[in-house]
């Protein structure tokens, strides 16, 4: 895209949301109001691994028709959680194909008797296909982990007095093939003098461990049978007013009427409207900063949203309530603007993973971990290699903390990868993504894939479609990829507005050799931005260190080694930091699971914190920083304060 057009697009970002490609059907997240009730369905579910040889006995037994129990022995299973890492059976760690998980829940009787009450059953995540039943009935499919999907039961549960027992039976196979996101192959392994007969693996092309089952909460919710199905909300800054555009959809109804009010934090409100779109204007707005950037961050006002539908035989009520942060984002040459200043990523890669849980939700890590960035002094995270729970985004919205929402794009490795079909499905998930979190205002920059196989032709067109259909679907925000490409072969970069590096300097090659980094470094970005005049970030760099180890002068793996890599990455980024390069992240926030092979040592150990959460050397010089350039880019200028030690030396 030329530059001229790039800055414009930033600017008439907001402006032009009406134009945006229309999604059918929302994925507002469930929460409770005067109108709506929620039933979490955490806990043990009864989990059976199929481990039949074609590992279809579960469909040929058809074990969703009577309670999974009758058809054979059951595990208990925590939901939310991976299934790997639970049992003592090494075959389930590694088990590819279809597990059943299965769970009795008894209803309240409204629900069951009430028909004006709509019944959802939401599957926060399910890694990486699913079929859902409810009392043995063929309800939904889904393919895809890592983001929500969701269906009306209304009738099968409002039959009759025996309804309010439910049995909910969701198969899940986790097998990834060349059109999944994430890819991956399946290899049988024919040399009968080696491997049994039938034996396969399944190749991925990542570096983290394929953690399967359900990872995020499972729910039920209701909503009045005529509701509020979506609610897209875009903000702009005009003077000292903030701008909030809504449109509203609405389903199971016509004659609707729809009011809309903008609370402030305290409740008051502070402007409202009608109908299904408009725009609210609010007079000495207070905005959504990033925190550590503004004295005021992380401002949310709520859209309290009221359906009001004639129904027979009376008018139903529906109300939502959203939180909203009045910002703006933009990019130019050399600069992302948020409400107009300059913003410098100073951040994590992370991973959701932790333990036995796998990657299975968890309240303590989600706080521990919030609690760790804002000690480190970080700013912003990628939600590295795929979108990570709702509740995170969540959090970073009150926290303040900014975030680059990635997509599972990621192990895009091969050619074959790059074919029609997997383009759609592509396509299809980045809909997905921005249909569950559009409205977030922590969310700046979508990233539709981490370092594909952008050197290729057939990779060329692929990112361009991609990158179009998301500006497309979300003309707010900018968007990117990751790339660890060859700024003269890379066929992507073209087509996004911030340029995103990954590179491993003395780490996968010239291993060692710390002093070649401020060269290679230089180098780097000097190519990049004079082929492109866009900004930069180092979306990753990083050293594998097992805690522990020391060793001075450094050797690799020590913590010395670690620290020092940083040490000379730091003297060029801030150099650099200056002039167009806008962040840095670091690979990454903490030690996680990988694939075992003979280069990681229980996981990838390239964390400045371990995978228990505890700092490594490392994680000290990446504070000490961090405070230093918060205390630099405040905006308007004050010092910072550390947020977790009073007599921090960096306030
Ligand atoms: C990068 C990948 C990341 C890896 C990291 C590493 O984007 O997923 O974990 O390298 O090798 O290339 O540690």
């Not at 549960?157 to 309804?163: F, R, T």
């Not at 903008?262 to 609010?282: R, Y």
């Amino acid at each position: 895209m030329a530059r001229g057009l790039a800055v414009a697009w930033a600017v008439l970002g907001p402006l032009l949301w009406g134009c945006a490609l229309a999604l059918q059907g929302g994925m507002l997240y469930p929460r409770e109001s005067p109108s709506r009730e929620r039933k979490e369905l955490d806990g043990l579910w009864s989990f059976r691994a199929d481990f039949s040889d074609n590992r279809r006995r579960g469909f040929e037994e058809q074990w969703y028709r009577r309670p999974l129990r009758e058809s054979g022995p059951t595990l208990d299973m925590p939901v939310p959680s991976s299934f790997n890492d639970i049992s003592q059976d090494w075959r389930l760690r590694h088990f590819v194909g279809w597990v059943w998980y299965e769970r009795e829940v008894i209803l309240p009787e409204r629900w069951t008797q009430d028909l004006s009450t709509r019944v959802v059953l939401r599957i926060g995540s399910a890694h990486a296909y699913a079929i859902v039943w409810v009392n043995g009935v063929d309800t939904l499919e889904h393919e895809g982990g890592y983001l929500p999907f969701e269906a009306d039961i209304s009738n099968l549960v409002q039959v009759g007095p025996l309804s309010s027992q439910l049995r909910i039976t969701i198969a899940i196979n986790n097998t990834l093939t060349p059109t999944t996101l994430p890819p991956g192959t399946i290899q049988y392994l024919t040399d009968t003098s080696k491997y049994p007969k039938g034996y396969f693996v399944q190749n991925t092309y990542f570096d983290f461990f394929n953690y399967a089952g359900l990872q995020r909460s499972v729910l039920l919710y209701t909503t009045p049978t005529a509701y509020i199905d979506d609610i897209t909300v875009t903000t702009g800054v005009e003077h000292d007013s903030g701008l909030v555009n809504y449109q509203i959809s609405v389903k199971g109804s016509n004659l609707f009427e729809l009011e809309v009010r903008l609370l402030d934090a305290e409740n008051k409100l502070v402007a409202n409207g009608t109908g299904t779109q408009g725009q609210l204007k609010v007079p000495g707005a207070r905005l959504w900063w990033p925190y550590l950037m503004h004295e005021r961050p992380a401002y949310l006002y709520s859209l309290e949203v009221r359906l009001t539908a004639q129904m027979s035989p009376g008018p139903v009520s529906d109300f939502y309530t959203l939180p909203v942060g009045i910002r703006t984002v933009a990019v130019t040459e050399s600069q992302f603007l948020i409400n107009g200043k300059p913003f410098y990523f100073h951040g994590v890669n992370k991973h959701e993973d932790a333990d036995i849980r796998g990657k299975g939700f968890d309240w303590p890590l989600l706080v521990k971990d919030f609690n760790l960035l804002r000690w480190l002094g970080a700013n912003a995270f990628r939600t590295s290699h795929y979108p990570y729970a709702e509740e995170v985004l969540q959090m970073c919205d009150r926290y303040g903390i900014v975030v680059i929402d990635e997509c599972p794009g990621v192990g895009l490795a091969l050619p074959q990868f790059f074919n029609n079909m997997s383009l759609q499905n592509h396509m299809r998930v980045m809909e997905e993504v921005v249909r569950r979190d559009k409205n977030h205002p922590a969310v700046v920059m979508w990233s539709v894939a981490n370092e594909p196989a952008s050197h290729l032709e057939s990779a060329g067109y692929y990112l361009k479609m991609v990158i179009a259909h998301t500006k497309a679907l979300d003309p707010s925000r900018p968007v990117t990829f990751v790339t660890n490409s060859n700024y003269a072969a890379d066929k992507g970069a073209p087509y996004v507005d911030v340029i995103c590096l990954n590179s491993y300097y003395s780490w996968y090659h010239d291993y060692g050799h710390l002093e070649l980094i401020q060269q290679q470094l230089t180098t780097q970005f000097e190519s990049w931005y004079k082929t492109y005049q866009k900004p930069i970030i180092q979306s990753e760099y990083g050293a594998e260190t097992i805690v522990g180890f020391h060793q001075d002068p450094p050797l690799m793996f020590t913590e010395e080694y670690q620290k020092s890599l940083l040490e000379q990455y730091h003297v060029v980024l801030d150099q650099k930091r200056r002039k167009y390069v806008v962040g840095e992240l670091i690979w990454n926030f903490a030690d996680f699971m990988t694939e075992q092979s003979p280069t990681r040592v229980l996981g990838n150990k390239k964390g400045v914190f371990t995978r228990q959460r505890q700092p490594k050397s490392a994680a000290f010089l990446l504070r000490e920083r961090y405070w230093k350039i918060a205390n630099e880019t405040r905006y308007p200028y004050s010092i910072a304060k550390s947020q977790c030690l009073e007599n921090s030396p960096f306030t």
